[in-house]
Antibody
Framework: EVQLVESGGGLVQPGGSLRLSCAAS????????MHWVRQAPGKGLVWVSR????????NYADSVKGRFTISRDNAKNTLYLQMNSLRAEDTAVYYC???????????????WGQGTLVTVSS | QSALTQPRSVSGSPGQSVTISCTGT?????????VSWYQQHPGKAPKLMIY???KRPSGVPDRFSGSKSGNTASLTISGLQAEDEADYYC??????????FGTGTKVTVL
């Protein structure tokens, strides 16, 4: 069974840092693009970042560029999101999601993890 | 990149059909045949329902169908069932951005 499990969320003060993890299982993790998508409480989904299969290509939403860093450890089947200089508006549930197989055009997200809540507040 | 525009809510009785629109621009919905749709029940993770405008992943009932005309994509749920009550989000590839989601639509089964 393909599974994604996020962890690392919690309460952090404005200006602080947090690292999220997403443990993957049930598929060849090292062959897929991976994404982070977030959802503020009561709000819609917002794409945050993506990383290709070998970690050499990244993209970020303008709202997090320069503050967030996406990375992966293919030996550990784990995706990360390092979040620095956190702001109140970064408060959200953060989901990791599987993207395309490297080299194949697949512009969708499937499956998604259950999400981890990040709360930025003093 | 602005969010795609969806109606805030739609509703229908069991057995009826409902259609959710998703309006973007020529830089996203209108420029690519890469629209996907996600169903999200309260407190749950989103689930892929439609990809590449009109394709259904295995396991998704054929009551769900997708289409696109110009800068607007649509999701139709035919034969509405109680378990279809959820939030639905469209998403489009947008080139350099590279993905933009819709504002979300709450589907209510009366």
């Amino acid at each position: 069974e393909v599974q994604l499990v996020e962890s690392g969320g919690g309460l952090v003060q404005p200006g602080g840092s947090l690292r999220l993890s997403c443990a993957a299982s049930g598929f060849t993790f090292s062959s897929y693009w991976m994404h982070w998508v977030r959802q503020a409480p009561g709000k819609g989904l917002v794409w945050v970042s993506r990383l290709n299969s070998d970690g050499s290509t990244t993209n970020y939403a303008d709202s997090v560029k320069g503050r967030f860093t996406i990375s992966r450890d293919n030996a550990k089947n784990t995706l990360y999101l390092q979040m620095n200089s956190l702001r109140a508006e970064d408060t959200a549930v953060y989901y990791c999601a599987r993207g395309a197989v490297q080299g194949v055009v697949m512009r969708w997200f499937d499956p998604w993890g259950q999400g981890t809540l990040v709360t930025v507040s003093s | 990149q602005s969010a795609l525009t969806q109606p805030r809510s739609v509703s229908g009785s069991p057995g009826q059909s409902v259609t959710i629109s998703c309006t973007g621009t020529s830089s996203d919905v209108g420029g690519y045949n890469y629209v996907s749709w996600y169903q999200q029940h309260p407190g749950k993770a989103p689930k892929l329902m439609i990809y590449d405008v009109s394709k259904r992943p295995s396991g998704v009932p054929d009551r769900f169908s997708g289409s696109k005309s110009g800068n607007t994509a649509s999701l139709t749920i035919s034969g509405l069932q109680a378990e279809d009550e959820a939030d639905y989000y469209c998403c489009s590839y947008a080139g350099s951005s590279p993905f933009v989601f819709g504002t979300g639509t709450k589907v209510t089964v009366l």
